[in-house]
């Protein structure tokens, strides 16, 4: 066993190092990129001190400010954990309007956005986020707790995980190394489980930093039972022992690995950091001589003719110099143009900030008042959707269908959940996003409907049969979807008809009432009348008529 155990492990490592080959035509850009963009990430793409300066060549900020001003319109944008920003729906669509089905639906949905508040998702999409922006590929991993059973989240940083494909461009294979202590190490897996030169530095040095692998991918060989019979295997190694801690397995793939934008051929991403870095280059460069330029002016360089001068320039405040002629020192003008390097510089800043989207996401971000209409809202919003229409369906694709499914997932297995109705065996769940960009994508419906509405009352004074053309239920029921009314509010259709048909009746009693009351009040004015009749033609037949 000990010899497939080896082999396991070298074949492991061996598919490791082909991926980590197929990344290091990537690093060099990614480095480049981290050191204008994204400066905190260049300790995961080089090798630094703790505490070194990660800003050394950077004279400018505004592709640091541009991506993060990006990553925080996507966050509130697509993920606010302030408001209900995906809805479970089924396929079936009528199942979506049975009241128990859409009730568990519900409820389930607002169980999975509580336990995202209550992890550290909001922080960790916040990271991810800044990576897709600056290098166009991010991945973060999602797991249970072992502390209190609930959602744990880890962005890995760009430059430290190697990905593959299957055979339909989706992420299915993650490698991913990450440092650990001696004791850290014992504490999580036990002393047994590490290598023999491991196990003595836990004596001598508990404290010593470890580099281990973390190895996900698909599972050729499955076991009908047990860790093996997962779909997805999970394998710790010790990399420079090569030696295996530990194996696991996942039932879905526990990680999601969105990019930004994708070239043909290529597996990681491209990003407006990416796109935009020839201007950030520029720019960098162009402050660069700037400042340099500005210094000259502060304090010049001088120019002196041959022995000219008598001892050491001195040309502090107070000090002398002796000179044998007093032309003989001066200053060394070189006239920059700060006029032409503002020009220069606003417009490559401007060219930044556009590749970033900022301008737009500031305007969208922003209130120009301290209350807005919900239609003001709605236009910013679907600016926002204009900007990222293409992204936003690669981030649901990539991002948020596997954050949901796993999450999905785990929280059933655990029983997190209520007890499912019997009709949702077998069925399949889907997600629909509700967040400001994706209800942006639908409000264009709300507003058809409201067209049509309006039109339709325009018309009726001219045609009243017109409104037999709009089923008001169904709109209504459109409407408050798309809106985002909570299921709870909404009336089933049975509970529907059953009011309309009481309210039938009580009408239709009312009416028989109503009848009843008019048909007594006719009988009791028309009673006068008759007798008189009734007396006019006694009289005129006389005496005889009352005989018998």
Same mark, same amino acid.
């Given at each position: 066993?000990?010899?497939?155990?080896?082999?396991e492990?070298?074949?492991?490592?061996? /598919?490791y190092?082909? $991926?980590v080959?197929?990344?290091?035509? &990537?690093?060099?850009?990614w480095?480049?990129?981290?050191?204008?963009?994204?400066?905190?990430?260049?300790?995961?793409?080089?090798?630094?001190?703790?505490? /070194?300066?990660?800003?050394?060549?950077?004279? %400018?900020s505004?592709a640091?400010?541009?991506?993060?001003?990006?990553?925080?319109?996507?966050?509130?944008?697509?993920t606010?954990?302030?408001?209900?920003?995906?809805?479970?729906?089924l396929?079936?669509?009528?199942?979506n309007?049975?009241?128990?089905t859409?009730?568990?639906?519900?409820?389930?949905?607002?169980?999975?956005?509580l336990?995202?508040?209550?992890?550290?998702?909001?922080?960790?999409?916040?990271?991810l986020?800044?990576d897709l922006?600056a290098f166009?590929v991010?991945?973060?991993?999602i797991?249970?707790?072992?502390?209190?059973?609930?959602?744990?989240?880890?962005t890995i940083?760009?430059?430290?995980?190697?990905?593959d494909?299957?055979?339909?461009?989706?992420?299915?294979?993650? &490698?991913?190394?990450?440092?650990?202590?001696?004791?850290t190490?014992?504490?999580?897996?036990?002393?047994?489980?590490?290598?023999?030169?491991?196990?003595?530095?836990?004596?001598?040095?508990?404290?010593?930093?470890?580099?281990?692998?973390?190895?996900i991918?698909?599972?050729?060989k499955r076991t009908?039972?047990?860790?093996r019979a997962?779909?997805?295997?999970?394998?710790?190694l010790?990399?420079?022992?090569?030696?295996?801690v530990?194996?696991?397995?996942?039932?879905?793939f526990?990680?999601?690995?969105?990019?930004?934008?994708?070239?043909?051929?290529?597996?990681?991403?491209?990003?407006p950091?990416?796109?935009a870095l020839?201007?950030?280059?520029t $720019?960098?460069?162009a402050v660069?001589?700037?400042?340099?330029?500005?210094?000259?002016?502060?304090?010049?360089?001088m120019?002196?003719?041959?022995?000219?001068?008598i001892?050491?320039?001195?040309?502090?405040?107070?000090?002398?110099t002796?000179l044998?002629?007093?032309?003989?020192?001066?200053e060394?003008v070189s006239?920059?143009?700060?006029?032409?390097?503002?020009?220069?510089?606003? %417009?490559?800043?401007q060219?930044?900030?556009?590749?970033?989207?900022?301008?737009?996401?500031?305007?969208?971000?922003?209130?120009?008042?301290?209350q807005?209409?919900?239609?003001?809202v709605?236009?910013?919003?679907?600016?926002l959707?204009?900007?990222?229409?293409?992204t936003?369906?690669?981030?649901q694709?990539?991002l948020?269908?596997?954050?949901? %499914?796993?999450?999905?997932?785990?929280m059933?297995r655990?029983?997190?959940?209520?007890?499912?109705?019997?009709? $949702?065996?077998?069925?399949?769940i889907?997600v629909? &996003?509700?967040?400001?960009l994706?209800?942006a994508?639908?409000?264009?419906? $709300?507003?058809?409907?409201e067209?049509?509405l309006t039109n339709?009352?325009?018309?009726?004074?001219?045609?009243?049969?017109?409104? %037999?053309?709009?089923?008001m239920?169904e709109?209504?029921?459109?409407?408050?979807d798309?809106?985002g009314?909570?299921?709870?509010?909404?009336?089933s259709?049975e509970e529907v008809?059953?009011?309309?048909?009481?309210r039938?009746q009580?009408?239709?009693?009312q009416?028989?009432?109503?009848?009843?009351?008019?048909?007594?009040?006719a009988?009791?004015?028309?009673?006068?009348?008759?007798?008189?009749?009734?007396?006019?033609?006694?009289?005129?037949?006389?005496p005889?008529?009352?005989?018998g």
């Amino acid at each position: 066993m000990a010899t497939e155990e080896t082999a396991e492990t070298k074949d492991i490592l061996k /598919q490791y190092e082909k $991926l980590v080959t197929r990344r290091r035509s &990537y690093e060099a850009l990614w480095r480049e990129i981290a050191n204008y963009v994204f400066p905190r990430r260049i300790n995961a793409l080089e090798t630094r001190s703790p505490g /070194q300066d990660q800003t050394e060549l950077l004279f %400018d900020s505004t592709a640091i400010f541009a991506n993060e001003v990006l990553s925080a319109a996507i966050q509130s944008g697509m993920t606010n954990q302030a408001m209900r920003w995906f809805d479970l729906r089924l396929r079936d669509e009528q199942l979506n309007e049975d009241d128990e089905t859409a009730s568990w639906l519900e409820d389930s949905t607002t169980r999975m956005l509580l336990a995202f508040r209550q992890s550290n998702l909001n922080s960790e999409l916040h990271e991810l986020y800044l990576d897709l922006g600056a290098f166009g590929v991010g991945s973060m991993l999602i797991e249970e707790s072992k502390k209190d059973g609930g959602l744990l989240f880890r962005t890995i940083p760009v430059g430290e995980f190697v990905i593959d494909e299957d055979e339909a461009g989706q992420v299915d294979a993650l &490698y991913y190394e990450f440092h650990y202590s001696v004791r850290t190490a014992v504490a999580r897996w036990g002393i047994n489980s590490l290598s023999e030169d491991t196990q003595k530095l836990m004596e001598t040095d508990p404290y010593r930093d470890l580099v281990f692998i973390h190895a996900i991918f698909p599972r050729e060989k499955r076991t009908k039972f047990g860790q093996r019979a997962m779909p997805w295997a999970s394998v710790f190694l010790e990399r420079d022992k090569k030696h295996k801690v530990a194996e696991g397995g996942y039932r879905e793939f526990p990680a999601t690995v969105p990019r930004w934008a994708k070239a043909s051929g290529e597996v990681y991403g491209r990003s407006p950091g990416y796109t935009a870095l020839p201007d950030i280059k520029t $720019l960098n460069k162009a402050v660069e001589l700037e400042l340099r330029a500005l210094a000259k002016c502060i304090d010049p360089p001088m120019k002196a003719t041959r022995n000219s001068i008598i001892g050491k320039v001195k040309l502090g405040a107070g000090t002398l110099t002796i000179l044998r002629d007093m032309e003989g020192l001066k200053e060394l003008v070189s006239n920059p143009r700060f006029d032409i390097s503002q020009v220069e510089k606003a %417009d490559l800043r401007q060219s930044i900030k556009n590749m970033f989207f900022v301008d737009q996401m500031l305007q969208l971000m922003s209130r120009d008042k301290p209350q807005m209409t919900a239609t003001e809202v709605q236009v910013k919003v679907q600016l926002l959707q204009q900007i990222l229409g293409p992204t936003s369906g690669r981030l649901q694709s990539e991002l948020y269908n596997q954050l949901i %499914d796993r999450t999905f997932a785990m929280m059933l297995r655990s029983g997190k959940f209520l007890p499912p109705p019997p009709q $949702l065996r077998a069925q399949q769940i889907d997600v629909q &996003y509700e967040g400001p960009l994706a209800r942006a994508q639908r409000a264009q419906q $709300l507003l058809a409907i409201e067209r049509t509405l309006t039109n339709l009352q325009a018309m009726l004074p001219l045609a009243p049969d017109v409104v %037999d053309n709009v089923n008001m239920d169904e709109t209504f029921r459109e409407s408050a979807d798309i809106s985002g009314a909570p299921a709870k509010i909404i009336r089933s259709l049975e509970e529907v008809g059953n009011i309309r048909k009481v309210r039938a009746q009580k009408q239709a009693e009312q009416e028989a009432a109503m009848q009843l009351q008019t048909a007594a009040e006719a009988a009791g004015k028309a009673a006068p009348a008759v007798k008189a009749l009734v007396d006019v033609e006694q009289q005129r037949q006389g005496p005889a008529a009352n005989v018998g």
